[in-house]
């Protein structure tokens, strides 16, 4: 009996790609707005959605990923080099880790500066430090830098790959992680 793997991605899968996609562009955005946190910064309307959306972002990335372990990606297209497809596997694997390691380290510089941290006012999220915990004020730049250097510049690698797939080479990578097609 031959098992043909699927030839796209789960409904599952694409949904929380193109669901993280856009909250993170929202976050971004937020980020970008919202008050520069100082030491006696207040917590604003903004810098408070900035910490529901992290949080939110985070507990879809631990969904995700746990998704992601236990359903295979489909195969990769035949056609396309094995260096690109492998390059393309290190770029999406930093990815996830990056969407983990900087909303925690945002998770613990809200912490360390001993700011109210609540998932859309509906219930409070607990402090990973004691506020101004010896150590660990490096958590806010470091946030700040992975963010903007890490996610933005991978993101943009993996987006333009994903547009020389359809646009130039015609193939159906992008195809795979397209809702209906
Ligand atoms: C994927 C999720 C996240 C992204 C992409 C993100 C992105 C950013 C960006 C771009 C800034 C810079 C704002 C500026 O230019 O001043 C920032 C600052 C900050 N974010 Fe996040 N953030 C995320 C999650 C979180 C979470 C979950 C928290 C807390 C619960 C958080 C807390 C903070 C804090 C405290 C700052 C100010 C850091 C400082 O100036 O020292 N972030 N974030
Ligand atoms: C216009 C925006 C985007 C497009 C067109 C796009 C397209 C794609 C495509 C076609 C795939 C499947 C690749 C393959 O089958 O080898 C994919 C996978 C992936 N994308 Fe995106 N993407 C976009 C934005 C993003 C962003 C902003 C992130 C995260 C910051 C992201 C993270 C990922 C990850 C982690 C995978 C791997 C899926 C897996 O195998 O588990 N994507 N994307």
Do not use: C, K
């Not at 976050?27 to 949080?55: A, E, K």
């Not at 730049?141 to 987006?159: K, N, P, Q, S, T």
């Amino acid at each position: 009996m031959v098992i043909t793997a699927p030839a796209r991605y789960t409904r599952t899968a694409i949904v929380l790609h193109w669901l993280i996609f856009l909250l993170l562009i929202v976050q971004f955005i937020v980020g970008w707005s919202m008050p520069h946190i100082g030491r006696n910064t207040p917590v604003t309307t903004l810098i408070s959605v900035h910490f529901s959306l992290g949080v939110l972002i985070l507990a879809l990335i631990v969904v995700r990923l746990a998704w992601r372990l236990t359903h295979a990606a489909p195969p990769q297209d035949a056609s396309v080099p094995r260096w690109q497809a492998n390059l393309a596997q290190v770029v999406q694997w930093l990815l996830y880790l990056l969407l983990l390691v900087v909303p925690l380290l945002g998770w613990l510089n809200a912490s360390y500066r001993g700011m109210p941290i609540t998932f859309f006012e509906m219930f409070p999220v607990p402090p990973l430090l004691a506020t101004h915990a010896a150590g660990w004020s490096w958590t806010g730049d470091i946030h700040i830098a992975v963010a903007e250097y890490g996610i933005l510049v991978l993101a943009g690698l993996h987006i333009a790959a994903a547009l020389y797939h359809h646009f130039i080479r015609h193939d159906r990578v992008l195809q795979r992680m397209l809702p209906g097609a």
